[in-house]
């Protein structure tokens, strides 16, 4: 069975810019979490999504934003960049809440 | 490889010693806890999971107890290879969601 894939890997942009990264769970996998790993803040919950419904939402201004599709793939936008979005952003996806997490390679972005 | 975590706490063993790797967790509502490896360039890999029903796990070469007491959690790695080098991190999470907590993660370097 295919692991997560997240494309595209590496992207760099400049502020002000935004940019769109895409998640493709596991198959048979419905929930799509995404997070932002810094080595500052480590590793921080940005959004949760089941059946194409945002299902839990972290701490992240309104300039971070996602969405699931039918087929559980899911998109997260971020508009405005800041030299501070700079990071790894990481999917995970899962069969439902409460089964294990499976991590994609991540997508590295750097804003300049 | 990027670096995950630039003053992260490191734990050194020698080649085919036994690695304990602990972590305090926050959330006295967690029910649900998971150990993550994750190497330089890559997303964190699952290792090993436990419940809130239970104190200790075992999988291949891996322990994981957990102490709700004291809220804390400790994975054992028997006999530590150098491919076992890597940032460890701990998660929890609740029933009712899959928003996952992570710790700060130690690095574990395995020397000859």
């Known amino acids: 069975k295919a692991g997560v894939t997240q494309t595209p890997r590496y992207l760099i942009k400049t502020r002000g810019q935004q940019v769109t990264l895409s998640c493709s769970p596991i198959?048979?996998?419905?929930?799509v979490s995404w997070y932002q790993q810094t080595p500052g803040q480590g590793l921080q919950f940005l959004f949760e999504?089941?059946?194409?419904?945002?299902?839990n939402k972290g701490n992240f201004p309104g300039r971070f934003s996602g969405r699931q599709f039918s087929n559980s793939r899911s998109e997260m936008n971020v508009s405005t960049l800041e030299l501070g979005d700079s990071a790894l952003y990481l999917c995970?996806?899962?069969?439902?809440?409460?089964?294990?997490?499976?991590f994609g390679p991540g997508t590295r972005l750097t804003v300049l | 490889g990027e670096s995950v975590g630039l003053h992260l706490p490191t734990l050194s063993v020698q080649e085919g010693d036994n690695s304990i790797i602990n972590c305090a967790y926050s959330?006295?509502?967690?029910?649900?806890f998971i150990w993550y490896k994750q190497e330089s360039g890559k997303g964190p890999q699952f290792i090993i999971d436990?419940?809130?029903?239970?104190d200790k796990r075992q999988g291949q070469r891996v322990t994981v107890l957990l102490n709700k007491t004291v809220k804390h959690l400790s994975l054992q790695i028997a006999a530590t290879q150098p491919g076992d080098s890597a940032v460890y991190f701990c998660a929890e999470t609740g029933r009712d969601t899959d928003k996952l907590i992570f710790g700060t993660g130690t690095r574990l370097q395995v020397f000859p």
């Open positions: 198959s048979g996998h419905r929930s």
């Open positions: 999504y089941f059946s194409e419904t945002q299902r």
């Open positions: 995970a996806s899962s069969r439902d809440r409460g089964f294990e997490q499976f």
């Open positions: 959330n006295s509502a967690s029910d649900y």
């Open positions: 436990i419940r809130s029903n239970m």
